[in-house]
């Protein structure tokens, strides 16, 4: 069974996230997405809460599996069985910080990293601006799945 990986912190999850994860479960006999526990960064949601929110943005592909990893990405592979790592290239400003990634990671263990253009709709799409836009009442609702925005704004909005 070929699998992968696409990893992130995903707080929370972007239609571009999104967009890349079905057109990876398009390529792969099984997606699994990674979400990374880091303890030296509090986000705005827990990772129970975004794996929660993954799980139910992906409900509809019969191929993906949402789950946590800690520590090295390449370990997180190994253990999932997985061969390869999808990133999505939003702008050649990513290129440079992900080469690095891709071949320390390939060096460590062998794990491939395949690069997927982001759709271009979403080029300028990150979390952080997300939250920026729903924490000051602008409009997200072309940036993220209506219940992830109404979970936003329950979040942010309420201080
Ligand atoms: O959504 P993000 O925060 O840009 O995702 C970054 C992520 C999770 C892909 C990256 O930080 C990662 O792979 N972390 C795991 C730690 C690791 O394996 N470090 C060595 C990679 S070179």
């Known amino acids: 069974m070929r699998r992968a990986v696409c990893p992130g912190s ?26 990374l526990i880091n ?7 827990t990772i129970e809460e975004r794996i ?3 799980r ?22 190994r253990a999932q069985g997985a061969a390869v790592v999808i990133k ?5 400003s990513d290129f440079d910080y992900e080469l690095q990634m891709a071949q320390m990671n390939i060096g460590l263990s062998g794990v ?12 300028f799409l990150s979390s952080s601006l997300v939250k920026d836009v729903v924490k000051w009442g602008g409009d997200a609702s072309s940036y ?11 979040r942010l909005r309420q201080n």
């Open 112 to 123: 491939e990293t395949l690069f997927m253009p982001t759709n271009p709709l979403y080029s």
């Open 56 to 77: 139910e943005a992906t409900s509809g592909y019969g191929n993906v599996r949402v789950e946590s990893f800690h520590g090295l990405l390449v370990d997180f592979c």
């Open 39 to 45: 303890h030296s960064k509090t986000g705005v949601f």
């Open 88 to 92: 999505g290239l939003r702008a050649v």
């Open 144 to 154: 993220v799945p209506d219940f992830v925005r109404e979970r936003l704004a329950a």
């Open 10 to 35: 995903f707080d929370p999850v972007t239609n571009g996230h999104l967009d890349i994860v079905g057109r990876a479960s398009q390529l792969f006999d099984e997606v699994i997405v990674g979400v």
């Open 52 to 54: 929660e929110m993954l």
